[in-house]
Every structure is written in C-alpha cells, then in structure tokens.
C-alpha cells in the first residue's frame, strides 16, 4: 500500500516556475514507479511525465518536454515536478500516482493516487 501527498501548487504568471513534491508513505516508495498526472475544468486527466522506481529513467509527454523535470529522492520518499516557462494551458489538478507491478515506462496505468494539488498559470 502507498499513500501519496502532494504539495507545491499555486498561482503564478506565465513564464514563472513552480516545483511539486509528492510525500510517499511506506517502505515501498524505491519500489514503485511514479507519474505526475494532471486534469483541466471540463477535460479528462491527462499523463504528464513519470519516472522509473531507480529514478535512471524519465518520460514525458510533448506538450511539457523541454520544461518540466521529473525527479525523484528515494531516500527521503519524494518525487518532484520543476515546472519552468508554465503556461496558461498548464493550469490544472495535478495528481502523483505510483504503481509497484512493473510496466514499460510509457504505461499510462497506475494504481495509486494522491489528492491533488491546484496549480493556476496566469497570462
């Protein structure tokens, strides 16, 4: 079992930058794979980048490559998302997820979810 809590959101103007931490619980974080996800008012939730249980492999999707970082301190049980250049379109509920069963990084199917945290891009 793995319980997420995410933490970092807020408003900031396009162009600005904000970095989210996700918590885990557990003794299992090093085992897990992790994604951050996020949804939009009135669209579906959509995958933003994930990061393999060792942290040696990343994946994004295009819309935030070249901008967002996906990283991950198995010591202190937290994943993170530096999010630079943020856009007006990035504005959303952003969720962590994670998953112990292993699938190819570019699996969008994870198990485990955290609460979400707001983050509002400003033009």
């Known amino acids: 079992q793995v319980t997420l809590v995410e933490s970092g959101g807020g408003l900031v103007q396009a162009g600005g930058s904000l970095r989210l931490s996700c918590a885990a619980s557990g003794r299992t974080f090093s085992a897990a794979d992790m994604a951050w996800f996020r949804q939009a008012p009135g669209k579906e939730r959509e995958f933003v980048a994930a990061i393999s249980r060792s942290g040696t492999i990343t994946y994004y999707a295009d819309s935030v490559k070249g901008r967002f970082t996906i990283s991950r301190d198995n010591a202190k049980n937290t994943m993170y998302l530096q999010m630079n250049n943020l856009k007006p379109e990035d504005t959303a509920v952003y969720y962590c997820?994670?998953?112990?069963?292993?699938?190819?990084?570019?699996?969008?199917?994870?198990?485990?979810w955290g609460q979400g945290t707001q983050v509002t891009s400003s033009s």
């Open positions: 997820s994670a998953r112990l069963k292993w699938y190819p990084i570019q699996d969008a199917r994870y198990d485990y």
